[in-house]
């Protein structure tokens, strides 16, 4: 019998960045989403990689077994204390220690016309 579990271990997320607030109601943020399929707790290590400072690899993410978990990068607390840089282009890299389905999101509302969109990174 083959597992119905779903999803990757590893994932990048290519195209990061924190915007600011912004003035509307909905603020401008970014997030992963995470689903854990897997019957035990996900541990997921983290790391940032900016096109000119040190990368950053110390925060972990824990996501339950059969659980949905999404973490915002502008809340310190998901970040395991790390402020993210807002308007700073950079990437992500998660490597998680059963399979796990990423998404990321980001609403940008520096215009009239907000943006928010959402898409899966590069699993492996």
């Not at 992963?32 to 996900?42: H, S, T």
């Not at 077994?65 to 310190?76: E, L, S």
Request: hydrophobic content about 35%; aromatic content about 8%.
């Amino acid at each position: 019998m083959t597992s119905d579990r779903m999803g990757k271990e590893k994932w990048v997320i290519p195209d990061c960045e924190l915007p600011p607030a912004g003035e509307g109601i909905l603020k401008g943020h970014e997030s992963i989403i995470i689903v854990n399929d897997c019957a035990e707790e996900a541990v997921i290590e983290v790391k940032l990689y900016f096109t000119d400072r040190e990368s950053v690899s110390d925060i972990v993410w824990r996501v339950g077994a059969d659980r949905v978990r999404c973490f915002h990068m502008n809340d310190p607390d998901d970040m395991g204390g790390y402020v993210v840089p807002k308007e700073t282009q950079y990437a992500m890299k998660l490597v998680s220690s059963c399979p796990i389905v990423v998404q990321y999101g980001r609403l940008d509302n520096r215009q009239t016309n907000l943006a928010f969109y959402t898409t899966l990174g590069y699993a492996e």
